[in-house]
């Protein structure tokens, strides 16, 4: 049985951050991989769909030519459209994996992994053990149960991504980010798309206002949509059959695949963990401590698999968390704001409590807003949809939250994550002078409209 220092289980941008530091100790390092190496988010997550996202935008400003001065009618080559992403993502898996094979003091092992012991591991004939083992292997997409489902070839982002004709009818069920962002690319690809949501708004977890915002972009564009609707059979032959029930009646839609966004499952299943000791919770999560530890010594869990964030950034602060815990920092999970963007056009940036949060926890909040329609840069660029939301804890002064829909949100989040890491009170940040003309100089000026907002 081999022996390594460190030993990490799957690829996900976590484990790029580790090896970052890991690799300059000298120390050995096994690293299992059976699938792509750079997990989702390389493969079948942000690069690849932030790179159509890109591709879907153009065509759509070209289509707007005549706002802007100048005729265009632009054909669209989806099968170029996908060789871009395929460039751009396997360009990443690749300089990953030169990487990795080319460090002398790591051995990668091309084989899923799973325990035989509290610190070993064994992928086909081969058994290791490590001092340090740190768990990143992400989570999957699952399938609500709707009749006929296991019958059928359905999508999930991956399968999606791997089509060599555009879809002349996509179906989606799910109306959060994955849902969302690929409605929007697809409808301007040139597909017909139908999205089929459970509950009373898109993105549910987001304040009403910011949902409805999202959705008249959509509408408005022409993808359909359904709330309060549940899926409830499926068949396929020539078309997919979808059955749904909305608004109490049965309802049957046609199209040509079926993606379905509506949930993912970790896969610790896929470890044999009851062999290590290491414990589970919800779905199947890993429960970790403060630090990604496991209730094993010397075994971390990082990434979406421990239930703490499921995103590339947050996968790559339980990295540096870990990394800062095994060089005696004190750097925790609890002290992370939440941060994330959906990247439609345009694109939601969002940062610490919604409203709807903020008032769950007790603060005595106030709210300002401002439409993007009323900011000249928007204004100029032809991009006025959206608009920006500051939350403020009026004890404190302190901010709270932000929601910017509009053109820049994903970047301009960004600095309302600094402002609240560093605990600027608003008096403060007001005083900032900031660049002119851009969408982020009227930040500020968004404070003068601060109002109380009363609790229900």
Known sequence: MQKFKHVIVGTGQATGT?????IDTGESIAVFEGKKVGGSCVNYGC????????????IHQARRGHFFGFDASPKVDFQRVMERMNEIRNSSSDGLTEWIESSENVKLI????????????????????????????????????????????????????ELKELPEHLLIIGGGYIGVEF??????????????????QLMPNEDRDVAESIKEVLERENVEIYLNASAKSVTKEEKVILTIEHEET??????SQLLIAAGRTPNSDTLNLE???????????????????????????????????????????????????????????????????????????????????????????????????QISRAKEMGETDGFAKL???????????????????????????????????????REVVLVHPTVSELMPWVLDGLQNVESD
């Open 110 to 161: 091309r084989d899923y992994a799973s325990f035989t012991g509290p610190k070993t591991l064994k992928a086909g004939e081969e058994e290791i053990s490590g001092e340090n083992i740190y768990i990143n292997v992400g989570t999957r997409p699952s399938a609500p149960p709707i009749d006929g489902i296991d019958r059928i070839q359905w999508l999930d982002s991956a399968g999606l991504l």
């Open 391 to 429: 939350i403020v804890d009026a004890d404190s002064d302190l901010i709270l939250g932000a929601a910017i829909h509009g053109p820049g949100g994903d970047e301009i989040v960004n600095m309302f994550a600094a402002i609240m890491h560093s605990q600027i009170p608003c008096r403060k940040y």
């Open 275 to 373: 062999n290590a000791g290491i414990g589970i919770y919800g779905k199947g999560f890993i429960e970790v401590d403060d630090f990604c530890r496991t209730k094993v010594e010397g075994v971390f869990a990082l990434g979406d698999v421990n239930g703490h964030g499921a995103f590339t950034h947050t996968s790559v602060n339980d990295a540096e968390i870990v990394l800062d815990h095994l060089f005696g920092g004190s750097r925790k999970i609890s002290d992370r704001i939440p941060i994330y963007g959906l990247f439609t056009d345009p694109p939601l940036g969002r940062v610490g409590l919604s409203e709807k949060g903020a008032i769950e926890k007790g603060h005595r909040v106030l709210k300002a807003t401002r439409p993007m329609s």
């Open 47 to 58: 690069t690849p769909t932030k790179t159509l996202v890109a591709s879907a935008k153009a």
């Open 18 to 22: 580790l090896l970052g530091k890991l």
């Open 183 to 200: 409605a929007q690319v697809f409808k301007r690809l040139g597909s017909r798309v139908t999205i089929i949501q459970r509950g009373p």
């Open 250 to 255: 049965d309802k049957t839609l046609e199209g």
